[in-house]
């Protein structure tokens, strides 16, 4: 069983547009909730972390989470070509801090 | 900024030979964490450690492969016998505690076993 699916894309958008991510994951006791971005052979590198129901803002970028339905979402809004990377959704369990991936989301941004 | 550093960048070795990858994680971080990715996969988990010890491990974390902290700075991960399909891009990661459960990830070593 797939403990952090997403869906792998390719997702495209246009330059100014709104790009949204989804992920669900299925262990209940999940605690936290990151979206790293991992441009090509790079590292991943954190975007946002929440951990509570509800949104959370940070600049363009608004993680939503709802534990009931177990899934988190990232919207990216005022999308840059810049952005055109893939997404990876993280999970972390009750007491545990090591992070389980989803496979990504890769993003396009179109000038 | 403080940032975790890793070296090699890039590894080549022949399969059936040791290979350490080292990382220096962030200096105040208590929490170390080795990950691997396989080229087009996902980022998979492979050992947690804490106070000088192992916290957790995956599945894929066998007898081949150890961690040590030799010393107050770095943090090793060590294969003892490559097979291919270790071939890999490695990323060490560090967290400075349960308080603030970011991690921040080194930028990778790409080991290919030949």
């Known amino acids: 069983q797939k403990e952090v699916e997403q869906n792998s894309g390719p997702l495209s958008v246009p330059e100014g547009a709104i790009a949204s991510l989804n992920c669900t994951y299925s262990?209940?006791?999940?605690?936290?909730f990151f979206w790293y971005r991992q441009y090509s052979g790079k590292s991943p590198e954190l975007i946002m972390s929440?951990?509570?129901?509800g949104d959370k803002e940070d600049g363009r970028f608004t993680a939503q989470l709802n534990k009931a339905s177990q899934y988190v979402s990232l919207l990216i809004r005022d999308s840059q070509p810049s952005d055109s990377a893939t997404y990876l959704c993280a999970v972390t369990l009750f007491n545990n801090n090591d992070m389980r991936f989803g496979a990504g989301t890769r993003l396009t941004v179109k000038p | 900024e403080p940032e975790v550093t890793q070296t090699p960048s890039h590894q080549v070795t022949q399969m059936g030979q040791e290979v350490i990858l080292r990382c220096v994680p962030i200096?105040?971080?208590?929490?170390f964490y080795w990950y691997r990715q396989i080229l087009g996969q996902k980022v998979e988990f492979l050992v947690s450690?804490?106070?000088?010890?192992?916290?957790?491990k995956s599945e894929i974390f066998d007898d081949q492969f150890s961690v040590e902290r030799p010393d107050g700075s770095n943090f090793t991960l060590k294969i003892r016998s490559t097979k291919l399909e270790d071939s890999a891009m490695y990323f060490c990661a560090s967290m400075v505690g349960r308080s603030q459960e970011t991690q921040y990830f080194g930028p990778g070593t790409r080991l290919l076993v030949l």
């Open positions: 929440i951990y509570s129901n």
């Open positions: 200096s105040n971080h208590l929490y």
């Open positions: 262990d209940r006791v999940s605690q936290s």
């Open positions: 450690f804490y106070n000088n010890e192992i916290s957790e």
